[in-house]
């Protein structure tokens, strides 16, 4: 008599997939100024390396829709994590050893920005798939292991530079490196489930005659960029905005942002199955909007600090939230609906951001405004939820009628 397959080691390895883009995405912007300093690289090519690393996961994004199915989730999984074992542990010997130190630094992101993408590709599609009965629930848990691994890196580098120093970072890389090197083994043996059986899925372009694809796709292009725009100019903007210390600023600005997003996605985890996803989202959204109106608008630091803290609550769900709707909505969608939400909330995440900086830039560098003109995103994802709830979203993606 066979084992039924245990579906708890595929969550686990992909907790442990998100926590692996979570030290991708935050390892080397705290190495800034050291590569700088070590290297002699100036700032403004320094400023690349996220712009090479997001511009990677969105063509990887891209690829996969097309790829995943014909290599398997499997074999894609284990690709992903070992490739960004390679690009962290290359981050710490490639500049060394490559005549030019920022082409190797350049390389080494570009390796585990792949890897890093194919996970945000995969994982989500991959616990879709398993027999859980709060599929909601488990979704929300799921992202929130990105907000746990984000904390963790940044105040586990932040304890190991105040001990070991600064200039030890390449063993801190290496070190990392092992996490997604161990999870390679654990997607490797993990029970993986088939998410559409084979030759149903409605591939690329049976989405894209989907109208409430795009609506689903504007959902995670706002959702993105609603939580990027403060994710990433959390720091700057609590130092130069609201006057308080770099040191304070980051614990209480992107460090607490991060912190009270996961507990907004582990609280909807536990709690998800007597709630509603759409009015959740619909509350969260209203949330965001006063956040961002806080952050812009308060006279005092303290509340302006409050409003970008208590973002990451308000921002928490959405990512997760549209996946959830999106699998309900388009069940034949496959492989390619979750590559093409990732996509769709890459560009939204390198949207708002940007659009921060330039219209903070046409204020004459004030912060404030360019957190002001990022209240659109939460605004259009409210106008985007109340028309999929008008249009009753659930039977739109009916089995019967995949073709909407």
């Not at 920022?102 to 890093?116: D, K, P, Q, R, T």
């Not at 997607?187 to 149903?200: K, Q, Y």
């Not at 998800?272 to 956040?291: H, I």
Request: charged fraction near 10%; glycine fraction near 10%; charge should be neutral.
């Amino acid at each position: 008599m066979s084992r039924k397959p245990n579906y708890r080691k595929t969550l686990i390895a992909c907790y442990f997939g998100f926590i692996t883009q979570a030290i991708a995405a935050n390892f080397a912007p705290l190495l800034f100024l050291t590569f700088r300093s070590t290297y002699g690289i100036a700032l403004d090519r320094v400023a690349l390396i996220p712009t090479v690393f997001f511009f990677t996961q969105l063509l990887t994004d891209l690829a996969s829709a097309k790829f995943v199915d014909k290599i398997g989730y499997r074999k894609c999984a284990v690709a992903a994590e070992v490739l960004s074992a390679a690009g962290l542990a290359g981050l710490a010997f490639l500049p060394d050893l490559l005549p030019v130190p920022f082409a190797g630094i350049l390389f080494a992101v570009i390796l585990y920005a792949i890897g890093s993408g194919l996970i945000e590709v995969l994982g989500s599609p991959i616990v879709e798939a398993c027999p859980f009965e709060n599929k909601e629930g488990t979704m929300s848990l799921l992202h929130s292991f990105y907000c746990w691994g984000s904390v963790l890196v940044i105040l586990g580098s932040t304890l190991f530079f105040a001990v070991a120093g600064v200039e030890n970072w390449r063993i801190l890389a290496c070190l990392l490196a092992l996490v997604p090197l161990a999870n390679a083994y654990n997607f490797a043996v993990c029970p993986i489930a088939p998410l559409v059986p084979e030759g149903d899925s409605m591939g690329i372009r049976g989405l894209f005659r989907l109208p409430v694809f795009w609506l689903l796709a504007l959902l995670m292009v706002c959702s993105g960029a609603a939580e990027l725009s403060m994710a990433q100019w959390a720091s700057a903007f609590t130092e130069s905005a609201l006057g308080i210390s770099k040191t304070v600023g980051d614990l209480a600005g992107p460090c607490l942002f991060a912190v009270l997003m996961g507990i907004s996605r582990a609280c909807y985890g536990k709690y998800s199955e007597r709630l509603d996803m759409v009015k959740c989202m619909f509350g969260c959204g209203l949330l965001c909007v006063a956040c961002y109106l806080l952050a812009a608008f308060s006279p005092l630091p303290v509340f302006g600090l409050a409003g970008c803290a208590l973002c990451g609550i308000s921002v928490g769900i959405m990512w997760p939230g549209t996946i959830s709707i999106s699998a309900q909505v388009c069940p034949k969608g496959g492989t390619a609906l979750f590559a093409l939400l990732a996509l769709a909330g890459d560009l939204g995440g390198t949207a708002g951001p940007l659009a921060v900086g330039m219209f903070s830039e046409l204020a004459g560098d004030n912060l404030k405004m360019g957190i002001f003109a990022a209240v659109v995103f939460p605004v259009v994802l409210l106008a985007g939820l109340g028309i999929l709830r008008a249009g009753k979203y659930a039977a739109a993606g009916s089995r019967e009628n995949p073709e909407g």
